[in-house]
Antibody
Framework: EVQLLESGGGLVQPGGSLRLSCAASGFTFGSYAMSWVRQAPGKGLEWVSAISGSGGSTYYADSVKGRFTISRDNSKNTLYLQMNSLRAEDTAVYYC??????????????WGQGTLVTVSS | QSALTQPASVSGSPGQSITISCTGTSSDVGSYNLVSWYQQHPGKAPKLMIYEGSKRPSGVSNRFSGSKSGNTASLTISGLQAEDEADYYCCSYAGSRVVFGGGTKLTVL
């Protein structure tokens, strides 16, 4: 059974940093691209960042480019999102999601339950 | 990075069919056969309902179908059931980026 478990969310002040983790199990982690998708309270889904199965290709939404860094450790079956210079508008539930293949195609077949990030003073 | 355009809400009675549209541009929906659709119930994670425009994952009811014409993709739900009431999001690959629609709230009357 595929399982994705996000962690690392919490309350952080504007300008602060946070690192999210997504522990994966039940599938060959390194064979699949992964993404982070967020959802602000009461709002819709917003894609944040993606990484290929090998980790060699990364992609970012304009809203986070230069502030967030996606990475993965295939030996630990874990996906990361390093978030710096956080803003109030980054407040959201952050989901990790698997792609159906090793490249980024925006077809997300498994999702974690999400971790809440709140940016506030 | 503009979101794909979806109607804010649609409704239908049990047993009826409804269609949710998702309008993009020639840079996303129109350029790739990589549109996916997600169902999200309140407080839950999204669930993949349709991928690559018209394919259903294992376990998803055949009452759900997807199609595309030009820059617009569509999700059709036939034989509406009470449990179909949820938010629905379309999503498209856009060449090194991904774009979601704003979401559509489906109400089963």
């Amino acid at each position: 059974e595929v399982q994705l478990l996000e962690s690392g969310g919490g309350l952080v002040q504007p300008g602060g940093s946070l690192r999210l983790s997504c522990a994966a199990s039940g599938f060959t982690f390194g064979s699949y691209a992964m993404s982070w998708v967020r959802q602000a309270p009461g709002k819709g889904l917003e894609w944040v960042s993606a990484i290929s199965g090998s980790g060699g290709s990364t992609y970012y939404a304009d809203s986070v480019k230069g502030r967030f860094t996606i990475s993965r450790d295939n030996s630990k079956n874990t996906l990361y999102l390093q978030m710096n210079s956080l803003r109030a508008e980054d407040t959201a539930v952050y989901y990790c999601a698997t792609e159906v293949g090793s490249t980024v195609t925006a077809q997300f077949d498994y999702w974690g339950q999400g971790t809440l990030v709140t940016v506030s003073s | 990075q503009s979101a794909l355009t979806q109607p804010a809400s649609v409704s239908g009675s049990p047993g009826q069919s409804i269609t949710i549209s998702c309008t993009g541009t020639s840079s996303d929906v129109g350029s790739y056969n990589l549109v996916s659709w997600y169902q999200q119930h309140p407080g839950k994670a999204p669930k993949l309902m349709i991928y690559e425009g018209s394919k259903r994952p294992s376990g998803v009811s055949n009452r759900f179908s997807g199609s595309k014409s030009g820059n617009t993709a569509s999700l059709t739900i036939s034989g509406l059931q009470a449990e179909d009431e949820a938010d629905y999001y379309c999503c498209s690959y856009a060449g090194s980026r991904v774009v979601f629609g704003g979401g559509t709230k489906l109400t089963v009357l």
